[in-house]
């Protein structure tokens, strides 16, 4: 019998949407399982005291700890490098590739390659974020060529209260940002209900409405070559049939670094 393709994700330690949402994305989707280790994240600000909460040496222990699973692949599920930097998450993958021989992915490294396949040039931009950490991260994005067109966001900082903000309230800021003229929104944020949202939303839109646990979702069955396709109900990010081909593409980059 052929085992199922485990896919590792490491979750900030206050997150409740992240895992149910992703179990509940994979529900028909028998051979592939998903797997979490969590590591100290309980506010989200630019003080000393929350960035050193993503310092790699934490990161990494809970890296080694999924690699017991024998997992397929490791996801930082979290946003951090869009205040921190793209660079954050590329050199973070490369420490957990060495120090696990798994190969990598991270959130805001599938968003970067997302949102330049599908050619975005009006990013809506939705969190749960304070101005500060906003600001910050529209100022990362624009360097790195996404442009922040609209944006939304709530000034929380407490990371557990993010999953307390109901899908309906979600649902009304990505609209606000889509009727602004944005070509792509995006909820930014692994703790916060975008995802049950974003297929109602396209069909009334017509724009694809990209959220940060669907997306990691979806870099993990791009990093080992799983047709996301079978995953339904969820939104444009899964049956595009070019984000598909985006998918083999990915896959076939990872299997040429190994």
């Known amino acids: 019998m052929t085992r199922p393709v485990r896919l590792g994700m490491l979750t900030p330690s206050s997150n409740t949407a992240l895992e149910p949402i992703t179990y509940a994305m994979l529900g028909g989707v028998d051979d592939v399982t998903a797997h979490f280790a969590r590591f100290k994240v309980t506010e989200i600000a630019l003080s ?5 909460q993503f310092d790699a040496t ?7 700890l999924l690699a017991h699973a024998k997992v397929d692949v490791i996801a930082w599920n979290g946003t951090s490098a869009s205040w921190l930097g793209f660079d954050r998450d590329e050199s973070l993958c490369e420490q957990i590739t060495a120090a696990t021989g798994i190969k990598a992915c991270t959130t805001v490294l599938a968003y970067r390659d997302l949102l330049r396949r599908i ?13 500060d950490v906003q600001e910050r991260i529209i100022a990362n994005w624009n360097a790195a060529g996404l442009h922040c067109f609209a944006e939304r966001h709530l000034s929380l900082q407490d990371n557990f209260s993010f999953a307390e903000v109901s899908e309906v ?7 606000e940002v889509v009727r602004e003229g944005c070509d792509a929104a995006v909820v930014l944020c692994t703790n916060m209900r975008g995802a049950g949202a974003a297929e109602r939303l396209e069909r009334g839109f017509g724009v694809p409405v990209l959220d940060s646990i669907a997306v990691t979702l979806w870099a993990c069955l791009a990093a080992v070559g799983s047709d996301p396709s079978r995953v339904q109900g969820w939104g444009s990010l899964f049956t595009n049939p070019n984000l598909r081909a985006a998918t083999a593409i990915s896959h076939q980059d990872n299997e040429g670094m190994r």
Not at 48 to 52: G, V
Not at 58 to 64: H, K, P, S
């Open 48 to 52: 000393e005291q929350a960035l050193r």
């Open 169 to 175: 309230e979600v649902a009304g800021l990505i609209e």
């Open 58 to 64: 934490e990161i990494l222990r809970a890296a080694e």
């Open 119 to 131: 050619g975005a040039e009006r990013i809506g931009l939705v969190t749960p974020y304070r101005k």
